[in-house]
């Protein structure tokens, strides 16, 4: 077995081991992205135009792609050793 697929098969075990932690980091980073969209919103709508309002804006665009980033983790953690077994099953 080559580094890159010894790497890929570690990753892959130690992501899938617990599923129960992979659906804690999928709804934390759902959460995290609502919030960052909520922040995005409130500044467009109820903070007057200055900088403090493209700041606000900038920090929420900067917590919405950390949640999805987050969830993505999260999803990929999930159903990652699912995929890594169909496409090794040797029968």
């Known amino acids: ?10 990753l892959a075990m130690k992501l899938g ?3 129960k932690l992979a659906l804690i980091k999928l ?4 959460l995290l992205f609502a919030f960052g969209v909520l922040m995005i919103f409130v500044a ?3 903070v007057v135009d200055s ?14 792609a950390a949640g999805v980033l987050w969830s993505l983790v999260g ?11 169909m ?5």
């Not at 077995?1 to 570690?10: L, N, P, R, V």
């Not at 709804?27 to 759902?30: D, K, L, M």
């Not at 999803?75 to 077994?85: D, E, K, P």
């Open 75 to 85: 999803y990929l953690s999930m159903s990652v050793l699912r995929i890594y077994h």
């Open 17 to 19: 081991r617990n599923p």
């Open 51 to 64: 900088i403090q309002r493209e700041i606000i804006a900038l920090v929420g665009l900067a917590l919405a």
């Open 87 to 91: 496409l090794n099953k040797k029968d």
């Open 27 to 30: 709804i934390q980073g759902g």
């Open 1 to 10: 077995m080559s580094k890159a697929t010894s790497f890929i098969h570690s």
């Open 44 to 46: 467009n709508n109820l």
